[in-house]
């Protein structure tokens, strides 16, 4: 039997980031939580809901969309594509923006597992590397919004 595409994703999870303790939150009964809660001393709990990007955006169900947005902190959403290899980690308090836009056009930090781990456990150099992204996408994100409302040539 061939695994799904993100039961893949959920074993490299565990297998890439050792320093954290995963549980897989299985079950239709939760609507909206997230697919795995994570733990580590330096932080306590967070979750991460674990997303195949197929196209351009990423697809929520209601359900998850009122979970990011009544609980946003220490809660993450990993995206990758069908072969595992480009990871993008977004904060859930995005989720709004990722259900409107492209996940290229919000704030991510796209990493390697080292700096996935350190960016989910909270480890401070981490926080600032992610707060330094986030600034320069964000920048970038109002250029490209400025562009788009100059009147076309058409």
């Not at 001393?41 to 009122?66: G, M, N, Y």
Request: charged share 30%; hydrophobic share 35%; net charge positive.
């Amino acid at each position: 039997m061939v695994a799904k595409p993100e039961s893949k994703l959920w074993r490299k999870v565990k297998k890439e980031t050792p320093l954290i303790t995963w549980q897989r939150i299985e079950g239709s009964f939760l609507a909206g939580i997230p697919d795995a809660l994570g733990y580590h001393d330096a932080c306590a709990f967070f979750t991460c809901e674990l997303k195949i990007a197929h196209t351009r955006r990423l697809v929520f169900s209601p359900h998850q969309i009122a979970f990011h947005k009544v609980m946003p902190k220490r809660t993450f959403i990993l995206s990758t594509n069908r072969d595992l290899q480009d990871l993008h980690l977004f904060e859930g308090k995005y989720i709004q923006e990722l259900v409107d836009n492209r996940f290229e056009d919000v704030p991510t930090c796209c990493m390697d597992w080292k700096k996935l781990t350190n960016i989910l456990i909270g480890f401070n150099d981490s926080k600032n590397h992610l707060n330094k992204v986030l600034v320069e996408q964000n920048s970038m994100k109002q250029r490209v919004k400025r562009r788009s409302k100059e009147p076309s040539l058409n």
